[in-house]
């Protein structure tokens, strides 16, 4: 296989390749760096394109390659999610209010240049990794590859759409309110977010983790091993059949008011409960009540946006509409986001218990990719309102603490990626992965059921607005 077919290959596939001999990391980096400017072109995934330093990494890569190293990803290309800082680029964070490049490598690209990873260039976000949708003053619009007239997700909309588009199989990726999963589910790949403190993150008052965005979870568990601190490696629990468990489906938004679930995201939960009941697993609905905990993820958010809003170069040059959620984050007291941080982590601790169960099942939003351009225009804290009752399901699992991974499990009737998310008690990322696999493994053997199935009491249509 040539560098340009390989390209679209999964990471795992281009190791192989470079192992083999079969293809240089130089030449790998250069057909990435083509398919990225094709794709650039169609749906404005990247901020910036790096041929020099590409080159340089790739070069190294196959001295080391040649000398007898050896490594997981050695050689791979990477895009960077423009939240890394690199010596001497500006992170821009999404937002114009960023000037000032960074003196030295942050420890992900540290640890990533280690690996012997060849970064290409930096993906779009939206300001501030603050929205669902990535959509900036600073880089426009960025859209979905499956559905240019759709949304990416965001905020590591620009990795989603550079990993489904094809220009690299692999995207840094970080996930504070689910900005792993969310483009994940959009785009049609898989997105994990590891526990709280597992990777490299804490940014939003802990809230948030890094990890990356790609189209198979051994791929994922094999770029998280390498960044993360897991007493099982995730990589080998791909491979691993998960024990029986005990599934609770959860379809209710915890979002009040809720938006209906779509039709078709709801039958696709439902038809991925079904294969995983057919397994052996067992699978029942439940109804997690998470009490005050929305309000104490919102506190935490709000708060941790101001606090990032005021490290900026210029803060006159933010939107709009983050500096109008930005002066709200400012009034909440240090005291309330520690408080909030204890009651987060309590209920993350007891939930699945409480439950009897020992995963949650759930969709990762109420309904598909939404159209490009569905939030523009609003004000800061409309968008917020109306962003959280869209992606009602995915904050949860930042404020609880709890490993969480999206999964793609079809297509709707008009070829939108549809998804499910497992969710499970903190330090139990292996069996994550673990699960995530088998349902991966589901979906392609064609072993679930494919027949539409009810929607049910939350699947009556859709207003994703």
Known sequence: MDAAALVAQTPLAQAAALRAGSVSAVALAEAALRAARALDARVNAFAELDEDAAHTAAVEADRRRAAGEDGPLLGVPIALKDDLDAAGHVTSWGTRARTTPAAADGTVVTTLHAAGLVPIGRTTLPELALYGFTESERFGVTRNPVDPTRTSGGSSGGSAAAVAGGAVGIATASDGAGSIRIPAACCGLVGIKPGAGRTLGGG???????????????????YLDLLGDFPTPLAAAADQEPPVLRIGVDLASPVAPALPLDPELAAAVRRTADALADLGHDVRDVRVRYGAAPAGFVARMLHGLATAAGEVDDPALLEARTREVAAIGRRIPDAAIDRARRQGEALGRRV??????????????????????RWAGRRGLPTMLALARHYAHTPAANHLGLPAAVVPVGHTRAGLPLAVQCLVPPGQDARLVSLAAQVERVVEDGTAPTADLPAGPDGQGADHG
């Open 204 to 222: 939003w008052n802990g809230l948030s983790v890094q990890g990356c965005l790609t189209r198979r979870v051994v791929d994922s568990a094999t």
């Open 352 to 373: 699945h218990a409480d439950l009897g169960v020992d995963v949650l099942l759930t969709p990762p939003a109420r309904g598909p990719a939404a159209p490009v351009g």
